[in-house]
């Protein structure tokens, strides 16, 4: 068996034969699509020889004055550490993917600001179980077959018939919303702080917004030991980056049972980074080794809008594809080296292209899952070039 890296679940149990077997839709394709669409090594657009892109990558990270590292959140926790020596040596900025997606819940997680639990303890004991701005459906879709709602085991041997209670929060009836029927229950809301403050009203004995759900779900949770709340990127930019009645909720909340918080909803290994970087420097993301400190300026697409940086080195990622026009428009006037297994839009304008491996199919190494697990990713087969050899021999050369 294999691991699958195309999200934060890292399902260990994949079995690829002739067919991929236990993998959703997205993991299976990643096995099957793995030959497909690789990149190629290239200099300025021209295919050359690995060791002279190699070299040409050593050459413009050297010259360079006002270096970014980003992305990392698809490449092991051995490679991450190789591109954070790096930064540091450079006095770069780094920075990924969870500074737009989930790191200030991983950050609140690693502060010890809120109650945290693996997913391995939500399997055996979870009853309330709150998705809250994501859809678990389509962004993490063995997560509820998994670990949360269908699974029977330990204390909840009765499964989703009985012994769980789902609750959806969304602004639309998503896909995940569709399954909240028997024991379960959809809150569809405009302002994430109108369903908080309307918990807050109801633990405090006031009758609030939102009140005859929120009044059957907090007697629910009052029924078990152990409840839990998925947060995703719904919820995130519901709340505007501003923790403090959510917090306040989760706390009010564990006065009357045992509420547990854990981030839904991101890319491999991003938790790794946010974990090295924490251990690090204290922050999780949007760090300048040159400053020495953490800063929203730092973000990797600020540091593009303000001109900050004369060359980025982009490790699995796609800033091209995903990031606002307008960042994309200026991402492109710079120098760029893209180490990826896959020649993406990035790669496509990129000034060096560096073809590397994909996690848990030619490479391995050690991945950290949404709730702080790490995993031990065997690949399928041993590829040529991984992306901790690529980091290794260009911090060897600059
Ligand atoms: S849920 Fe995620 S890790 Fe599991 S098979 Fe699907 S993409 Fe891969």
Not at 6 to 21: A, E, H, P, Q, R
Not at 188 to 199: A, C, K, R, S, Y
Not at 287 to 292: A, I, P, T, V
Not at 365 to 392: A, Y
Request: aromatic fraction near 10%; charge should be neutral; proline fraction near 3%.
């Amino acid at each position: 068996m294999v691991t699958c890296a195309g999200c934060s679940c890292l399902c260990t149990d994949i079995v690829v034969k002739d067919k991929v077997f236990n993998a959703c839709r997205r993991g299976a394709s990643i096995f099957r699509n793995a030959e497909n669409n690789k990149a190629k090594p290239k200099v300025d657009g021209k295919e050359v020889d690995f060791d002279t892109a190699l070299n040409k990558a050593i050459e413009l990270i050297s010259n360079s004055k006002n270096l970014a590292v980003y992305g990392l959140d698809t490449v092991p926790l051995e490679a991450q550490e190789l591109a954070i020596k790096l930064a540091e040596k450079k006095e770069a900025f780094i920075d990924d993917n969870s500074s737009f997606c989930l790191g200030d819940f991983v950050e609140m997680i690693l502060k010890k600001e809120i109650p945290t639990t693996t997913l391995d303890e939500v399997k055996k004991n979870a009853y309330v179980i709150f998705y809250w701005g994501t859809d678990p459906y389509n962004s993490l879709s063995r997560h509820l077959s998994l670990y949360t709602y269908y699974p029977r085991a330990g204390k909840r041997q009765r499964g989703y018939e009985e012994d769980r209670f789902l609750v959806v929060v969304d602004v639309r009836k998503s896909h995940t919303a569709k399954l909240a029927k028997k024991n379960a229950r959809f809150i569809q809301v405009n302002n994430d702080l109108e369903l908080i403050d309307g918990f807050i009203s109801a633990l405090d004995g006031k009758a609030g917004n939102y009140f005859k759900d929120v009044s059957r779900i907090i007697s629910e949770m009052k029924r078990a030991d152990f409840n839990v709340i998925f947060g995703g990127l719904g919820l995130k930019y519901g709340l505007n980056s501003d923790y403090s009645r959510f917090l306040e909720m989760v706390n009010k909340m564990n006065e009357i049972s045992n509420v547990y918080f854990l981030p839904a909803g991101f890319h491999a290994n991003m938790r790794g980074f946010n974990e090295l970087m924490f251990e690090k420097t204290g922050f999780v993301n949007r760090y300048s080794f040159r400053e020495g400190k953490a800063s929203k300026d730092f973000e990797f697409k600020n540091l593009i809008l303000n001109d900050e940086i004369d060359t980025a080195l982009i490790i699995g990622t796609d800033p091209l594809n995903s990031l606002p026009f307008e960042v994309a428009r200026k991402l492109s006037k710079i120098k760029k080296i893209v180490i990826d297994p896959k020649n993406t839009f990035t790669a496509r304008t990129a000034d060096v292209v560096l073809p590397s491996a994909i996690t848990g199919y030619d490479q391995g190494g050690t991945m950290v899952r949404s709730d702080g697990v790490r995993i031990e990713v065997e690949p399928l087969k041993e590829g040529d070039v991984s992306d901790i050899s690529i980091l290794k021999r260009i911090l060897e050369g600059i």
